[in-house]
């Protein structure tokens, strides 16, 4: 198979949909690898990283549009790239089709098959696809939260290990899911002092037992939360509720009762936010006062790591894209149901329940659509 990888062209999109290495493998099993020049830049590869596992370096994105049986990209097409993909050509990235009605016209217009990132599943009741960007913003939400603590950005001048004689950073990680697992592991590794709040038992009992002695976990309720954000210096909030928008866990009178100074990371901002006070930010521009409170809400997180971000995505999509290249679309789906639920888009006909019922378009059943 032809395995095509354009650069991205979304703006502030560092990441690339194929690195050296996923090439390489693919190459390996005698497909072919088409790397658009410089799509890896961003992320750190080069062109010679990209020929040296075996890829061949095209100039444009219009010839890997017109010669590839299958597109690896990372964000969802945009409308010129859509233009360019054609019936019976593979798509695999993330899509995010629900809110997006243009982009899934386009789509079915084109006639191509499209399998969404985010909607792959794996046995545990996961989306593993999703998971790897969790982790990175999860992991990430310390590291920003700390350096918007220091003074000269507003925060309190609070170092997250403290010193001998001087205790360490508080922090409330609110959601002790992917993202605020991630979290709370690195603020008790930079020495801060931890508790992590989940309104799901099996979750607090996992927590419990695997992270008892690293950091503390509490039931959440508005009564836990007033009480622990009264001493925080850095709340990171992680919350889901899937397919709902985040619940606002902390008001605007609640910044009050806060330390001034006080961080608010809130990585649930993709999803509206779990702090009344919160709104989108750039890297270009990540934090913002609101009553002496500083706000971090950088929509994009996992982009200001592009080059860990890409390769821990590619660790989880190349299984699937070497499926995908080695079987076919149609037979690698019937063989994995995880990978079948990722097909959103085939021939004219969406294939996905939720966003038929989100657009009010008609749906084909997936396993209809591989017979
Ligand atoms: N900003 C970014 O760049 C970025 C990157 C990745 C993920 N995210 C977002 O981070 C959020 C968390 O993602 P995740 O992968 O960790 O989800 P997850 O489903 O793994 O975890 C969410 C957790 O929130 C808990 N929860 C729900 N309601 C709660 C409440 N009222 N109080 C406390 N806990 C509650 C759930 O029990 C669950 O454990 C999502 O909105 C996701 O889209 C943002």
């Known amino acids: 198979m032809k395995i095509g990888c354009p650069t991205e062209i979304k703006p502030q999109e560092f990441r690339v949909g194929m690195t050296p290495n996923a090439a390489g493998e693919a190459v390996a099993r005698g497909h072919q690898a088409l790397v658009q020049k410089g799509a890896g830049l961003g992320a750190g590869f080069s062109d010679e990283d990209y020929t040296a596992a075996g890829a061949q370096i095209i100039e444009t994105a219009e010839e890997i549009f017109a010669t590839a049986d299958m597109i690896v990209k990372v964000k969802e097409p945009q409308a010129g790239e859509r233009k360019m993909l054609r019936e019976g050509q593979l798509l695999f990235t993330y899509l995010h089709l629900a809110p997006d009605p243009k982009q899934t016209h386009d ?35 310390p590291q920003v939260g700390a350096w918007t603590l220091q003074k000269a950005n507003g925060g309190r001048g609070v170092l997250m290990g403290g010193v001998p004689g001087v205790g360490p950073a508080k922090v409330v990680v609110m959601g002790g899911g992917v993202v605020g697992t991630h979290a709370a592991k690195i603020a008790a590794g930079m020495g801060a002092d931890v508790t992590v709040l989940d309104r799901s038992l099996p979750r607090l009992k996992y927590l419990d037992d695997v992270f008892g002695g690293t950091f503390k976990n509490q039931y959440s309720t508005a009564g836990a939360t007033a009480e622990l954000i009264r001493d925080a210096d850095m709340v990171i909030g992680a919350v889901l509720i899937p397919g709902a928008a985040a619940p606002k866990l902390i008001s605007r009178a609640q910044l009050g009762d806060m330390k001034p100074g006080a961080v608010l990371v809130d990585v649930a901002i993709d999803q509206g936010g779990c702090f009344e006070t919160s709104k989108a930010t750039t890297h270009a521009d990540p934090i913002y006062d609101v009553d002496g ?10 982009g200001a790591v592009a080059r860990t971000s890409t390769i821990a995505l590619g660790n989880a999509t190349m299984p699937f894209m070497l499926a995908l290249a080695d079987k076919g679309w149609k037979q690698a789906c019937a063989d994995d149901a995880h990978l079948l639920a990722g097909l959103n888009v085939h021939a004219g006909k969406l294939t996905y329940y939720a966003v038929g019922e989100a657009l009010g378009l008609d749906v084909m059943s997936p396993q209809l659509a591989i017979k």
């Open 107 to 141: 789509l079915l217009a084109s006639g191509c098959t499209a399998i969404a990132y985010e909607t792959v599943t794996d046995d545990r009741d996961g989306l593993p696809l999703l998971a790897p960007m969790s982790e990175v913003a999860g992991r990430l939400a």
């Open 293 to 302: 409170i500083m706000h971090y809400c950088v929509a994009n997180m996992p």
